[in-house]
């Protein structure tokens, strides 16, 4: 059996760099900076920085920052970020040539972000929708057009359509998640 490094706490650490895909490379190799393992940022310095990475084409080491997020952050959120960070594992997939992969995750991140219901915090605005009242989705993310571009992905990788580089940074609060 390998041995791993270990936190004081007995948890496996993984060491092994990675390339800009998060594959594993031989020990000793250069690989693209590591995202700290106890990472625990305010959710609008996470989303700063997972856009950063993104615009960077590092979709794996961004959902490494969203999946923190959703470790660390409270239970009320915990979709909304699970949603992100699976997101961002779908981008990686398309990035590595894993369709399969890629559909997986790209329909999970639509399925949590369109089902979180913004409930994060009692003391929020309410935006009535119909007859039922709803928290807007926080730190102005935009799921809608997260989830947009997602259904673009997914139809343009049904359809065998290669997919860019440029459309594998979309943007994670704004008007509009799709660059023009």
Not at 3 to 22: C, H, K, M, V
Not at 79 to 106: C, E, F, P, S
Request: negative net charge; hydrophobic residues 35%.
């Amino acid at each position: 059996m390998v041995e791993r490094d270990r936190d004081t706490t007995g948890r496996a650490l993984n060491a092994r760099p990675r390339d800009r895909f998060g594959r594993p490379l031989p020990p000793g190799s250069e690989g693209v900076p590591r995202i700290p393992d106890d990472l625990n940022l305010p959710p609008q310095q996470t989303l700063s920085f997972a856009q950063q990475l993104l615009d960077d084409g590092l979709a794996f080491n961004a959902h490494e920052v969203l999946e923190a997020a959703w470790k660390n952050g409270p239970f009320a959120e915990r979709m909304l970020w699970q949603g992100l960070a699976q997101y961002a594992v779908g981008l990686t997939h398309i990035q590595r040539g894993n369709t399969k992969g890629a559909h997986t995750l790209l329909t999970r991140a639509i399925n949590r972000l369109s089902s979180f219901d913004g409930a994060f915090d009692s003391d929020s605005d309410y935006t009535e929708t119909g007859d039922e009242t709803a928290a807007p989705i926080p730190y102005g993310i935009d799921a809608p057009g997260l989830i947009a571009h997602a259904q673009t992905l997914l139809a343009d990788l049904d359809a065998g359509i290669p997919i860019t580089e440029d459309r594998l940074k979309p943007r994670l609060c704004g008007a509009t998640s799709q660059r023009p």
